[in-house]
């Protein structure tokens, strides 16, 4: 899917606007990446099925933005997009994932030390030739610092949210060829880790070196490490890493199994098949030389004793007991995941009100389409005029429109409920007056500014808010972003107990672009 590709086109686009101070165009392609991110369709199929004019009517994509589109689909590339990346020889993605740094900083930092890339900005920093430029100072040379080593720390591994539907695509190709039985994804991308180092699929055939060509040449493949009739190894262009194993019907519930992991999972079960005189492989269970199970995960978590936990809590926290506790029909026995379906709303959402993508009329059509019962329309208040906050005046206008639409939507049973994501300022104060917030339905807070307060200090402030009777969630209480910055200094127990104190409900945040 080409979809991916275009939105990270359009976000450095917007960079490269922000960069030159342009005027409403930035949000504008900010607001095409978003719409291409979480479309759910092929872009490709789209143009495809009904031209120019189908890719117009997507949200948010207008002609000059579709032309674009249709540019790269055709050539693969996109001449305003290179005529950008010819003026500013920057690598903006590696630059603007440094906390604080932003396109105009990225700018500047070319202009005056030819700075194009993580190596180059290290390199200024740790000479202290940042912290004499206009607007940074030595406060934000050494924030840079901090920024770049956790950068370190996280490179190599991928946001599972970014990688999922290149995932799919691939496992969707291979389940396409005749010659391929049974086909899975493996590893953390099965357990669905936050962030994925690489990617195992595991597949049935009876014609392995068919697949495997057919594995080693799809789109993408930049360099295939090895090919065999068991294994191969290939890179992607993102530098993502793939293995595709085959093995033999009777392995793949065991193979499966273990390539599935964790690490620290498969060392229990292969104890406790050593406890009952087994030996547990990617093969099989085998008693002796004969094997006894390993067709299906079923079979071979049964053998074992245990019901089959599922794959997103393989991680040796108490999974193995439970499972062991429900097979014997004791009580606490394993969890039952909270699926899609479970979900009858969501409580934290942005409008066009404040930057968002779509109006809360489009928002409300599409999560009553999605079977919801409510939604809450949470846009950020005053204090972040970069994300166009809403002061108290605005916040009655939205009001108003809610109520308007409430009452044209009542008829199938959805509401619209009106919150807002106020700011938690640094004294631990709220952005908006109390009398405002007591005309909402409820209200979310959050730290969005001064991150780097004590440990002591950021305590107090969150638990200050969370005492204020009208808000009822603090949004990302830790300020952790995958990839992105580590969590500020907070003492989570306290928190923890002054939320079940205060009844204050503590969000927790996920950011996938594909849920389904």
């Given at each position: ?7 990270n ?8 606007l922000e960069?030159?101070?342009?005027a409403?165009k ?10 291409l991110?979480?479309?759910?369709e ?6 495809q099925?009904?031209g120019q ?7 948010s ?5 579709a032309e674009?589109?249709i ?7 996109i001449k ?8 500013y ?10 906390e ?5 900083m ?5 202009a ?9 900005l290290?390199k200024?920093a740790?000479?202290?030739k940042i ?12 924030n840079?610092?901090q ?14 949210g ?25 590893g953390?991308v099965?357990r ?6 690489d990617?195992?699929?595991l597949a049935?055939?009876?014609s392995?070196?068919?697949?495997m ?12 490490w090895?090919?065999g009739?068991?294994k ?13 194993r ?15 992991g ?16 087994l030996k ?7 008693r002796?030389?004969?094997?006894v199970?390993g ?6 978590y049964?053998i074992?004793?245990?019901e ?8 040796n ?10 097979a014997q029909?004791k009580?606490?026995?394993?969890p039952r995941?909270?699926?899609?379906k ?22 409300a059509?599409?999560?009553?389409k ?19 906050g809403l002061?108290?005046?605005q ?6 429109e ?9 008829i199938f049973?959805?509401q619209?409920?009106q919150?807002?994501?106020a ?7 709220i952005?908006?007056?109390d ?11 959050g730290?969005?500014s ?22 009822k ?11 992105r910055?580590d969590?500020?200094q907070i003492?989570?127990?306290k ?17 996938l672009?594909?849920?389904t």
């Amino acid at each position: 899917m080409k979809n991916q590709e275009l939105a990270n086109i359009f976000y450095e686009i917007a960079d490269f606007l922000e960069m030159e101070e342009v005027a409403f165009k930035p949000q504008a392609y900010r607001k095409a990446a978003l719409a291409l991110e979480t479309l759910g369709e092929d872009i490709e199929e789209i143009y495809q099925r009904g031209g120019q004019k189908a890719v117009e009517e997507i949200p948010s994509i207008g002609k000059n933005i579709a032309e674009k589109i249709i540019e790269y689909l055709k050539t693969g590339k996109i001449k305003y997009y290179g005529d950008y990346k010819k003026k500013y020889p920057v690598n903006m993605a590696e630059l603007t994932a440094v906390e604080g740094l932003g396109p105009k900083m990225v700018r500047d930092l070319y202009a005056k030390l030819k700075i194009k890339n993580l190596k180059d900005l290290e390199k200024a920093a740790r000479a202290g030739k940042i912290r004499d430029l206009f607007n940074f100072g030595e406060t934000t040379e050494k924030n840079i610092l901090q920024s770049i080593k956790f950068l370190k720390r996280s490179k190599g591994r991928f946001l599972l949210g970014d990688i999922l539907p290149r995932v799919r695509e691939i496992e969707d190709n291979l389940k396409s060829l005749k010659e391929v039985e049974e086909v899975s994804v493996c590893g953390s991308v099965r357990r669905r880790k936050e962030t994925i180092g690489d990617v195992d699929f595991l597949a049935v055939t009876k014609s392995p070196d068919k697949v495997m060509d057919f594995f080693c040449s799809l789109p993408g493949i930049v360099k295939v490490w090895g090919k065999g009739r068991t294994k191969s190894s290939v890179r992607l262009t993102e530098g993502l890493g793939m293995d595709l194993r085959v093995v033999p019907r009777k392995s793949y519930g065991s193979a499966l199994q273990y390539f599935t992991g964790s690490k620290e999972h498969n060392i229990q079960t292969r104890k406790i098949a050593q406890a009952k005189g087994l030996k547990l492989n990617e093969y099989g269970v085998f008693r002796g030389k004969k094997q006894v199970a390993g067709k299906t995960e079923q079979e071979v978590y049964k053998i074992l004793g245990m019901e089959c936990p599922p794959p997103e809590i393989r991680e040796n926290r108490g999974e193995i007991e439970a499972a062991l506790r429900q097979a014997q029909s004791k009580p606490n026995g394993l969890p039952r995941l909270v699926e899609l379906k479970d979900i009858r709303g969501d409580l934290h959402c942005h409008s066009k009100w404040d930057g968002g993508a779509n109006s809360i009329s489009e928002m409300a059509k599409t999560a009553m389409k999605m079977g919801y019962q409510y939604l809450g329309i949470t846009d950020h208040t005053k204090f972040l005029k970069i994300e166009h906050g809403l002061d108290e005046k605005q916040l009655a206008q939205q009001g108003k429109e809610i109520d308007r639409l409430n009452f044209q939507f009542s008829i199938f049973n959805f509401q619209i409920l009106q919150g807002c994501e106020a700011n938690i300022l640094n004294n631990g104060s709220i952005d908006i007056k109390d009398e405002a917030l007591k005309k909402l339905d409820y209200a979310i807070a959050g730290v969005h500014s001064n991150m780097k307060m004590t440990k002591e200090k950021m305590t107090e402030r969150i638990i200050r808010a969370m005492k204020n009777p009208y808000i009822k969630i603090i949004s990302h209480p830790t300020g952790r972003i995958l990839k992105r910055r580590d969590e500020y200094q907070i003492d989570i127990d306290k928190v923890l107990r002054a939320a079940r104190e205060t009844k204050t409900i503590l969000e927790i945040t996920l950011f996938l672009k594909d849920w389904t």
